[in-house]
């Protein structure tokens, strides 16, 4: 039995923490097992065997959770550099109320709905490999899901039809009011259907990821869905906003025509703000594209240092705007992106935008997206960004800290951005870390 030991304001913790071993010579040989038998909690560690591939179908039950501070670690351990596998069931693995949890250094895959439910509070994703899922990758239930962070991951091969996702994120507003959604370090990309992320939470920071080759948007930042609130549920209890900072998006489906979409999707809209700042957007379908979708209900859109180039061919559109409901009127702000010449629909809002036929990045082909020093990038960002007047988005990121790759990276070894002189436009710096391309082409 766990002893607890009270703390000055009454603060409960376990007086010592227990490691526990899961794998195919350990006492326990799956964690279901596990949670059957014994009681764990905060603080503790769970070691899964790498090297080994585990039944799907588990569930990490609402009585196996840590504290406020004090996660369950679920770590997954490398045999001979391999990962343990989870593979299979309707739900590969599922979070059940299972709030203040680590979940790190997995392959989950298989999952014939969703390889990963996730419906709890104060989860952490990272390091994980999540891949085959016939239907969404991660999906975050109506209710009871909270904040989550998803780091240092490869979400691939997931999606299906235009209704399910490799990344379906939402929060309950309810039950967790004031969640936070934290994306980052992560590559998204080979969707089979839906967007590569569909975000419905509550607030959203999505910095340093690349994303890459949806079946529909790369990004869709948009509201909760107002057709499957609970009963005695308020519609659009508040403002969703999206800080979207430092990421690579490259969209390449020619069959379909629009990149990012903000507000809402005809179910559920913000009615909040969502900002881009020094973010490439490559557009390599070789067909006309609208970049920046807005659509529903919205308050503010602003973009701030950000590339936006169509690679083969096609034009660019910038914004398209006649499916958007402004809360409070038209409220667009920018500065100092990079356009193609004959760009169409640049907001007149934006100042300080450079044009030209080639940004002067290092090699497209290879995705080296790096500026060259003697390309329109480098050294023209703006490096003091202001917001829309009234219209700021709470805990903006400024300057981008980190630079994205297209691969999967192990944890803490994202790339610096180390600014010389003035800031670049765009995600990566040429005084950075250089990067390449690596893993899928």
């Known amino acids: ?157 997931a999606g299906s039809g235009s209704t399910r996702h490799p990344l379906y994120i939402q929060s309950d507003e309810i039950t967790h009011p004031g969640s936070l959604f934290r994306m980052q370090y992560c590559y998204v990309h080979d ?84 900002r881009f700042a020094n973010n490439t957007i490559l557009v390599t379908s070789g067909h006309d594209v609208t970049v920046f979708r807005i659509f529903d209900g919205i308050q503010a859109v602003e973009a701030h240092n950000n590339v936006l180039y169509a690679t083969a061919g096609g034009t660019i559109r910038v914004e398209r705007t006649v499916e958007a409901a402004w809360a409070n009127g038209r409220q667009v702000g920018g500065s100092n992106n990079w356009i193609p010449t004959g760009a169409t629909f640049v907001p007149a809002e934006w100042t300080g935008t450079h044009s030209g036929t080639n940004p002067g990045l290092a090699n497209v082909a290879s995705f080296d997206l790096t500026p060259t020093a003697a390309g329109a990038l480098h050294d023209a960002g703006n490096p003091a960004p202001q917001p829309i007047p009234g219209y700021a988005v709470a805990g903006a990121l400024f300057p981008p800290h980190y630079q994205p790759t297209r691969a999967l990276l192990p944890v803490g070894g994202a790339h610096v951005r180390a600014v010389d002189g003035t800031i670049d436009i765009g995600a990566i710096e040429l005084a950075g870390d250089a990067i390449f391309a690596n893993g899928f082409d």
């Open 1 to 157: 039995m766990r002893r607890l030991i009270l703390l000055p304001l009454c603060a409960a913790l376990p007086l010592h923490a227990a490691t526990y071993q899961v794998g195919p010579t350990r006492t326990y040989h799956t964690l279901n097992a596990l949670f059957a038998a014994v009681d764990v909690g905060a603080d503790d560690v769970i070691e899964v065997d790498g090297n080994a591939t585990y039944a799907g179908g588990v569930i990490v039950p609402e009585d196996a959770q840590g504290a406020d501070g004090h996660p369950l670690v679920i770590r997954g351990v490398r045999v001979n550099g391999h990962r343990p596998v989870i593979s299979g069931s309707t739900n590969t693995v599922e979070f059940r109320q299972s709030d203040h949890l680590v979940f790190e250094g997995f392959e989950v895959t298989g999952g014939t709905s969703r390889c990963i439910l996730q419906g709890a509070h104060d989860v952490t994703v990272r390091d994980s490999v999540i891949h085959g899922c016939a239907g969404h990758g991660i999906l975050s239930t109506d209710e009871f899901s909270g904040s989550f962070t998803l780091e240092y991951s490869e979400i691939y091969d």
């Open 191 to 274: 969707g089979n259907g839906g967007n590569l992320l569909k975000d419905r939470h509550e607030r959203s920071q999505i910095y340093y990821n690349w994303f890459e080759d949806a079946a529909y948007h790369e990004l869709e930042l948009i509201g909760p869905d107002e057709g499957t609130q609970q009963p005695g549920w308020t519609v659009d209890l508040v403002r969703e906003d999206q800080d979207v900072v430092g990421n690579v998006i490259v969209h390449g489906n020619p069959g379909f025509d629009s990149v990012i979409r903000v507000g809402g999707d005809g179910s559920g809209q913000s009615r909040g703000r969502a």
